[in-house]
């Protein structure tokens, strides 16, 4: 009998119903599959049962690897390993389907690092990725909305998102506290460019560190009161942090790595 541990943000799926939407998602058969976090198994055998080509798992608790290898033996790899320490440009495969139920402590972890490291060559087709719908409603939050910010931003740079559907906690056991969003995320083909990502992620970290007040502030911080910067993109320093678009951010991150060169 498999013991959940909370540490690892253990909540598996129980629910056959949400396990076969996750699972028909996208087409997968023949198709490479990455999971993380596979936990049980519950989702791995749905995923399976669609003839993908290569299956990898990357799973930190030893004694569910164990479990994993008993049920699957040789028709998956397992990774018994921490996601956050795999260098995951060099699972390097455009074709890689990545599904997970992550583990909530470290989901916005795993999908910022992912995101600040992608390259111009993708290393996945797209991401099937569950989060606490909470989390979910900061990621595809629009400009204008109280969940907008730098979730917001920094997802919506190179990956076009969708909801498939919200989680209740009952499809769980044990059952979270909270309801759950099952994701999308396929890769942009156009998109700003920016020299460093991280770049992108200093601005909006300073821009959104006082969500409520004017930009005035932060702007002159990072632009030295370069008023034409303000002029040319269309920005009133009087505006608050939510109220510029993702695009403007993306243009503001354009401007200061020019201004920094
Ligand atoms: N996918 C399973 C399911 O839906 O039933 C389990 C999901 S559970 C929310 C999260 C899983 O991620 C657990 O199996 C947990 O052990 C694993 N996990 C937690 N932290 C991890 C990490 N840093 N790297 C890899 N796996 C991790």
Redesign the pocket.
Known sequence: MIKA?KS??????IDKDIINIIADVVEIQNKDIL??????G??TSALLKKNPKKFIV????DD?AEHLYKIFGDKIKILK????KIEENSLNDDNLIVF?????N?STEILCRWILNLKNNYWFDCLVLMFQKEVADRIIANFDTKNYGRLSILSNWKLKIEKVCDIRPSSFSPRPKIDSSLLLFKPKKDFYTIQNPYNLEKITRIFFMHRRKMIKKPFNQLFNGNSQIAERLNIGLNMRPQNLNYETYYKLTDEYEKLNS
């Open positions: 541990k690892l943000g253990q909540n598996f799926l999971e993380i976090g596979p936990g049980t519950n989702l990357i799973e930190k608790d569910l390993d921490d996601v956050l997970g139920n992550l583990p909530y470290i």
